[in-house]
T-cell receptor
């Protein structure tokens, strides 16, 4: 069935280093991919999205890469800060439907000083 | 309007009791979604409303679950005869239709349900 999964459940990085969080998806019909950040006790917070007709999109300190050939999505965070510590989810959606999001299990990012 | 509001934030109930949660979306958003999230997992889609119409329901939404959005604004999610397996975070989200991006897809902070 449709699924979105993550390669690493936990990622530990030093403050100031770059972080890369990876995600695999399985539904070829998905045309929107989104990264969310979730802090303890809070709902998912939108970080960045990318449409399937793009392979790269940049935001402030974040870059999302999409490789449709291997159905792979990554989130790069530059100069990781302690405030980036959270659980990160990738999600996929099909815009021709109702924008139902299909989430993966999440990766916990721990930033150490 | 500061975002999507959910009430209560926490609910502890005894098995077999009924519970009801409320979601107030961003006022101009006509799409409203309910998700369920268990510890360590990503949110799972439950149901979707466009205005007051419930247009999609997940197979996860058993007969004990019912959601309404009577006036196309706030929504309620009721769980009847709660079971321990219902313990989870229940998240509400809203967005605009038709969004060309999902940037406006905003989640609330959720209602954490514990069934004892």
């Amino acid at each position: 069935g449709e699924s979105v999964g993550l390669h690493l459940p936990t990622l530990s990085v030093q403050e100031g280093d770059n972080s890369i969080i990876n995600c695999a998806y399985s539904n070829s019909a998905s045309d929107y991919f989104i990264w969310y950040k979730q802090e303890s006790g809070k709902g998912p917070q939108f970080i960045i999205d990318i449409r399937s007709n793009m392979d790269k999109r940049q935001g402030q300190r974040v870059t999302v890469l999409l490789n449709k050939t291997v159905k792979h999505l990554s989130l790069q965070i530059a100069a990781t800060q302690p405030g980036d510590s959270a659980v990160y989810f990738c999600a996929e959606s099909f815009s021709g439907g109702y924008n139902k999001l299909i989430f993966g299990a999440g990766t916990r990012l721990a930033v150490h000083p | 309007d500061t975002g999507v509001s959910q009430d209560p934030r926490h609910k502890i109930t005894k098995r077999g009791q009924n519970v009801t949660f409320r979601c107030d979306p961003i006022s101009e958003h006509n799409r409203l979604y309910w998700y369920r999230q268990t510890l360590g997992q990503g949110p799972e889609f439950l149901t979707y409303f466009q205005n007051e119409a419930q247009l999609e329901k997940s197979r996860l939404l058993s007969d004990r679950f019912s959601a309404e959005r009577p006036k196309g604004s706030f929504s309620t999610l009721e769980i009847q005869r709660t079971e321990q397996g219902d313990s989870a975070m229940y998240l509400c989200a809203s967005s605009l239709d038709p969004g060309r991006t999902l940037n406006g897809y905003t989640f609330g902070s959720g209602t954490r349900l514990t069934v004892v």
